[in-house]
C-alpha cells in the first residue's frame, strides 16, 4: 500500500508559469521533506516541516515555497519555474522521536519545464 | 551538509556479494549509519541502518568500524535487481534532515 503518494508523477510547466506539486501521506508522520533531484545527481533537500514549523535550507532558492495545510498534506510551490528546475522532486516523511527513525519516500514527481 | 564519501560506482557479479564502503571520518557519538538506495526513477529506500554495532536484517548487513570512521554494506547474493544508486548517510538521533552524498552506482553484471 502506497504511504507516501506525489501526483502527478510527471508534470509538464510552461517557462514562468507557477506550479504545484502535491504530497499527501498515510503514515500521521509529523515530519515532512521536499528533495530536488536533477539528472545523475544525489536529492538535495530544500526544506522540511516539523509539524507546522517550517525549515528553509540555507541555499533553497525563493522560487521555492511549500505548505502544508494539514499533518496528511504537503505541497511544493514553485512561483516562476525557470529551465533549470526542471527535475525529479521527492517527498519524503518521518516521524520525529528519540534514536532510530526511518524516511519514507514517495516515488517523485518529474517536472519538465518548456 | 553531507558528511559521507563513497565510491562513485562499482561492479558486481550475479550471486556474488556487493561490499559497498563509505567513509564517515565525522561521524558524532549519537549520528547513526543509514542506508538507502534508489533504482532508476524511483524514490529512495531505506535498507538498513546502525549506531555502534553490526546489524544484519533481510536485504542486507552493515558493518561498522570500532572507531566508527567508516562502514560497509553488504549485499550477500547480488541480484540483477540490485542494481541501483546506494546512498550512506549520517544523521542524529532524532534529528530532522537527511543529508544526501553522491552515493554509489551499483551494477550487477550477468
Known amino acids: 500500500d502506497a504511504m507516501v503518494i506525489q501526483n502527478p508523477r510527471y508534470q509538464v510547466t510552461q517557462f514562468g508559469k507557477p506550479v504545484t506539486l502535491s504530497c499527501s501521506q498515510t503514515l500521521n508522520h509529523n515530519v515532512m521533506y521536499w528533495y530536488q533531484q536533477k539528472s545523475s545527481q544525489a536529492p538535495k533537500l530544500l526544506f522540511h516541516y516539523y509539524d507546522k514549523d517550517f525549515n528553509n535550507e540555507a541555499d533553497t532558492p525563493d522560487n521555492f515555497q511549500s505548505r502544508r495545510p494539514n499533518t496528511s498534506f504537503c505541497f511544493l510551490d514553485i512561483r516562476s519555474p525557470g529551465l533549470g528546475d526542471a527535475a525529479m522532486y521527492l517527498c519524503?516523511?518521518?516521524?520525529?522521536?528519540?534514536?532510530?527513525?526511518?524516511?519514507?519516500f514517495g516515488q517523485g514527481t518529474r517536472l519538465t519545464v518548456v | 551538509d553531507a558528511k559521507t564519501t563513497q565510491p562513485t560506482s562499482m561492479d558486481c557479479a550475479e550471486g556474488r556479494a556487493a561490499n559497498l564502503p563509505c567513509n564517515h571520518s565525522?561521524?558524532?557519538?549519537?549520528?547513526?549509519v543509514y542506508w538507502y538506495r534508489q533504482i532508476h526513477s524511483q524514490g529512495p529506500q531505506y535498507i538498513i541502518h546502525g549506531l555502534k554495532n553490526n546489524e544484519t536484517n533481510e536485504m542486507a548487513s552493515l558493518i561498522i568500524t570500532e572507531d566508527r570512521k567508516s562502514s560497509t554494506l553488504i549485499l550477500p547474493h547480488a541480484t540483477l535487481r540490485d542494481t541501483a544508486v546506494y546512498y550512506c548517510?549520517?544523521?542524529?538521533?532524532?534529528?530532522?534532515?537527511?543529508?544526501f552524498g553522491t552515493g554509489t552506482s551499483l551494477t550487477v553484471i550477468p
Open positions: 548517510i549520517v544523521r542524529v538521533a532524532g534529528g530532522n534532515q537527511f543529508y
Open positions: 519524503a516523511t518521518s516521524r520525529d522521536r528519540p534514536g532510530f527513525t526511518e524516511a519514507f
Open positions: 565525522t561521524i558524532s557519538g549519537n549520528e547513526y
